[in-house]
């Protein structure tokens, strides 16, 4: 009877054994954080990324691809400023790689009884005009009750000209400091 009990750890003992052994240091040299930045030896990139960017699967700074040091499937200008754009609406999801901004309902302190929503979409990798769609939905409260009602045709294309100048902005100030 206690040969079967004996048998029925087994498993769990050699388990925690196995895992107990794994843990262990067989002598290799284990590099503290600030030796392998200084070594910079990121051979799939960081989260941080090479230059303090997001670069998550890239190259590393030395192999070069300044295209793609962000990690980012969209314009890195526009995808910041798309976030700085869009800055006091409480953002729902954020989306790097698909270059998708979904924000939550936001109501403006002067007209508590509107609020909005914005879907910003970014649809190129280069800095051009045509490279951000901005949908704005609105809607108004009608006793207990909120009501989608129209959007003026200029308030996507305001939103969508803030972007692109703040874009602009931000790579006039990068141009500017790597000079």
Known sequence: MRRLTA???APVLLAASLTVAGCANWGGKTETMDEQIKNKDYKFGSLLGTEGGLN???KNKRGGDQDNANGLSVNSFLWRASLDTLSFMPIASADPFGGVI???WYTPPDSPNERFKVNLYI???QLR????RVSVFKQQ??????RDTNVGPETAGTLEDAVLTRARQLRVAQNAAAR
Do not use: H, I, P
Request: charged share 30%; no cysteine.
């Open 129 to 132: 005009a045509d490279g951000v």
């Open 102 to 104: 979904l924000t939550d």
């Open 7 to 9: 048998l029925r750890f």
């Open 123 to 125: 649809l190129d990798r």
């Open 56 to 58: 998550l699967f890239g």
């Open 141 to 146: 409260r009608t006793g207990a009750d909120w």
